[in-house]
């Protein structure tokens, strides 16, 4: 099946199952026979399916790019810094403040690559872009309440990483071998692409 298509059905679904009742009545919602809204018949009001927008950033000084970890990943995974657009935010300003408040960086300029509907845990639209700092400016000041680790990684690194198949392995100092998220997460196609614009060619990976 399409990923899209499973997407979407899986969002639905948990959207359905976390709006029964009307957030004004408190009386149960009845779904159409379509599935894409909820009404409320003691006042007629219309629920639709919403998704929350969040930006999933790529942040480079040129060289390098910047990856971090949540506790929650499995070991050794690494990805692009994500976080949810605040009300009354622009896609550029809350990539500038993620990037600030997750590893105290100041983004100089930015790109926008793509989006993605990501369902897990909620249905959430994911903007992707890509993000330059200043090369003399690269310290790294870890927000502990948001991720685990962070660190700048170089070309050969990451190239590493990509091309590595098959189930990772520990080694015998207890670490992890970096690796990446997965071809269906958009942080893959941000990786990528800046691996790509190193080389000046495309990659098959």
């Known amino acids: 099946m399409d990923s899209s298509l499973l997407f979407t059905a899986q969002a639905l679904l948990r959207w359905h ?4 009742f009307c957030s004004k009545s408190g009386q149960p919602t009845k779904k ?11 006042n007629n009001i219309i629920y639709y399916p919403q998704m929350a927008p969040v930006v999933i950033t790529l942040v480079s000084d040129g060289t390098r790019c910047l990856l971090a970890r949540q506790k929650s990943f499995p070991k050794g995974l690494y990805s692009a810094l994500a976080g949810f657009c ?6 550029e300003e809350a990539v500038q403040r993620e990037v600030a408040e ?3 960086l100041e983004v100089e300029s930015m790109q926008y690559s ?4 990501w369902p897990f845990p909620n249905s959430s639209l994911m903007i992707a872009c890509h993000a330059a700092v200043k090369p003399g400016q690269t310290e790294i000041q870890v927000n502990l309440r948001e991720l685990e680790a962070a660190a700048w990684f ?3 690194e990451i190239a590493t990483a990509l091309s ?7 080694q015998q100092n207890e670490t992890f071998p970096l690796s ?3 071809k269906l997460a958009i942080a893959h196609q941000l990786i990528k692409e800046w691996l790509e614009k190193q080389t000046g060619a495309s990659l098959s990976a």
């Open 164 to 170: 590595r198949k098959g189930p990772y392995i520990q």
């Open 102 to 104: 997750e590893v105290g």
């Open 154 to 156: 170089s070309y050969e």
């Open 32 to 42: 159409n026979i379509a599935g894409s809204k909820r009404v409320c018949p003691s």
């Open 86 to 91: 605040d009300i009354g935010e622009n896609v």
């Open 180 to 182: 990446l998220p997965p």
């Open 17 to 20: 199952d976390g709006h029964q």
């Open 114 to 117: 793509a989006s993605q509907h």
